[in-house]
């Protein structure tokens, strides 16, 4: 919506939906409301038949809700589906695991069901609004049922996948890979010949290649082909569909998705544009998120940023890089209370800052423990890096639990790489030394762009061994230009102008893809990953604003975040002169933001960086 967003008009509606027949709330100037009704659908690549051939949604299969015996707050429920969509199989079904947190208000007054998707992929949905729901609930004034379900493939949702026999197996592999190091790692210190350096980095990644293998081999052993072949985003979208015409909803999708929940809601949208009603997303700028780290650092002086203490002819990326270097050519044991005996290696280093880089709020236990670090101290560096491997327990009763079903306690990695692996095309990757030669020269490409290069390119690692061909995979249109079509409501892409992950470039190709009738940006400042990272009040206002009463910004608004120091958490703001309604929402913007943080750790933690 560059200047405006078109009011709804019944007359456009051929596709049996009824239109919102709320009235038009008040304009404020830096808004347009409006609703948009896309008129035509496209069809699916893989699929005999189109969307467009797809009725008013009426429940096939009917949800039955129980109270959910981990907290009676919550109703939770299994929604039966075809395992595959394209050629279903008489019998064969995925069930759905979703959770609901009732609306607040009246029936009157409700708007509907709101589903979440909190990222990955891999992420189980009915976990993290079993934490989120509350806060995210009182963002849209209690006026929603927050839904969220784990995708096919993912914890409760069934069949399994099946290719280890515990979750903590596949953990344990990780942590192996872990301590293992990383082919930049293995170069050691620049000082070295570079002959020997790449001769150390070759012969390395050959056995870090058979890390990499290990997961692909396992699902090919032991895993449930039938259900590999199942979950990729494509059928997660039909899924959504089938969740929609479970719940009733005649309107549309409404929609709120982190991270990979963009690629999900986007896919949604290119497939099924007649059915997005709202949809808000937070959409790889590491090197500026590293920069923003020690510029603020070095502004908050000592007395707020430890490692800003130093030698003042040195710059404090000029003292990391020593300290990089220096555990490139010998890493530094370590020892604490909570993680035990162990080493803090240049790898990671490398990961755990890039880790820190999604949470600004984290930068003062980072800054200190580099300072540690510089004094040959690495217990804060390395609790962080390794805590999280330190109550890891082999339980191989799945259902050993409060719903004595299919739970996973640690989360698979498995779960994000059979997504990732199997949205991806066969990588056709070479055998033998020449195959590692080629991954080499990937990782070092990705390295010349990011900082962090080296821990995306695990992922091609990964996939290079995947061999699952997916029932269906979605290959567009991706925009106007290909086909997409017009979506019923305008979608809201929310991005930090310095994201390590999902950049603001990314969310600006992605909005101008749908077209001005159909999405619209706003931009928040700041560092993080999505606009939770930090919370901004005009951020919040925006985003409920735009669920509740349908209020579309203007494309490009910007909101600036209301951090004031980053190294001592303090706003622009005190929390006690804020207005009553404006500080509940900035608290549950923050509780959200908390919950992401951890869950979004845990899920890195099971491989990399997501």
Not at 165 to 180: G, P
Not at 464 to 486: C, I, M
Request: proline fraction near 6%.
């Amino acid at each position: 919506m560059d200047d405006e967003v078109y009011t709804k008009d019944p007359k456009d509606v051929n596709i049996g939906y009824s239109p919102y027949n709320r009235p038009e709330p008040p304009r404020p100037a830096s808004f347009k409301s409006g609703y948009r009704i896309a008129v035509l659908v496209c069809s699916l690549l893989a699929a005999a038949w189109k969307w467009n051939s797809l009725s008013p949604l009426k429940s096939k299969t009917p949800l039955t809700w129980w109270s959910c015996p981990d907290d009676h707050r919550y109703e939770c429920a299994y929604l039966e589906v075809p395992l595959n969509y394209v050629d279903p199989v008489p019998g064969e079904h995925v069930y759905v695991f979703l959770r609901k947190f009732p609306a607040k208000v009246s029936r009157s007054e409700k708007l509907g069901s709101l589903l979440v998707n909190p990222g990955g992929p891999g992420g189980s949905g009915n976990l993290f609004i079993l934490e989120a729901a509350e806060s995210i609930s009182t963002v849209v004034e209690g006026k929603y049922d927050i839904v969220s379900w784990d995708p096919r493939g993912v914890n409760m949702t069934t069949p399994s996948l099946d290719c280890y026999t515990a979750d903590s197996e596949s953990l344990l592999l990780q942590l192996a890979h872990k301590i293992s190091g990383t082919p930049l790692s293995a170069r050691g210190p620049s000082h070295l010949p570079e002959h020997y350096r790449n001769l150390s980095e070759f012969m390395f990644t050959k056995q870090y290649d058979e890390y990499l293998k290990a997961p692909a081999m396992a699902c090919n052993a032991f895993g449930n082909q039938r259900m590999l072949k199942a979950v990729t985003t494509s059928f997660v979208v039909r899924d959504i569909v089938s969740i929609l015409e479970a719940l009733n909803e005649e309107g549309g999708l409404n929609y709120w998705g982190f991270s990979y929940g963009t690629i999900l809601g986007s896919m949604f949208a290119a497939k099924n544009p007649h059915l997005v009603n709202r949809m808000r997303r937070g959409i790889q700028d590491a090197r500026k998120t590293i920069s923003g780290f020690f510029e603020k650092c070095a502004e908050a002086g000592p007395e707020k940023c430890p490692f800003a203490k130093g030698p003042p002819d040195q710059s404090l990326k000029q003292r990391y890089d020593a300290i990089f270097e220096r555990l490139l050519e010998a890493p530094v044991s370590a020892i604490s209370e909570q993680t035990g005996l162990g080493v803090f290696k240049a790898s990671d280093m490398q990961e755990l800052f890039f880790e820190m880089m999604y949470h600004p709020d984290g930068w003062a236990n980072l800054a200190q423990g580099l300072a540690d670090l510089e004094s040959g101290n690495a217990t804060i560096l390395y609790d962080s890096s390794y805590s999280y491997f330190s109550d890891v327990r082999r339980e191989t009763n799945a259902k050993d639990n409060v719903f004595h079903r299919h739970v996973e306690k640690y989360g698979s990695f498995i779960w994000t790489l059979a997504i990732t692996c199997t949205d991806t095309p066969n990588m056709n990757a070479k055998p033998g030394d020449e195959g590692v030669k080629e991954y080499l020269q990937y990782l070092h490409e990705l390295l010349e762009i990011s900082p962090t290069g080296e821990s995306w390119a695990v992922w091609a690692g990964f996939c290079r061994h995947w061999k699952v061909e997916p029932f269906e995979r979605y290959a567009g249109p991706w925009t106007v230009e290909e086909g997409l079509e017009r979506t019923k409501f305008p979608i809201l892409f929310v991005s930090m102008t310095a994201d390590p992950v999902t950049p603001l470039p990314s969310a600006q190709r992605m909005n101008a893809a749908f077209g001005n009738d159909s999405s619209t940006l706003l931009i928040q400042q700041g560092y993080g990953h999505t606009s939770l990272a930090q919370p901004s009040l005009c951020t919040a206002k925006t985003i409920r604003e735009y669920f509740v009463r349908g209020m579309v910004p203007l494309n490009g608004t910007t909101c600036q975040t209301d951090s004031q120091d980053i190294f001592t958490h303090q706003h622009l703001w005190s929390k006690a002169d804020l207005a009553g309604d404006d500080r509940i929402l900035i608290e549950a913007f923050e509780q959200i933001h908390s919950i992401t943080r951890l869950r979004n750790n845990m899920m890195r933690r099971r491989i990399r960086f997501l």
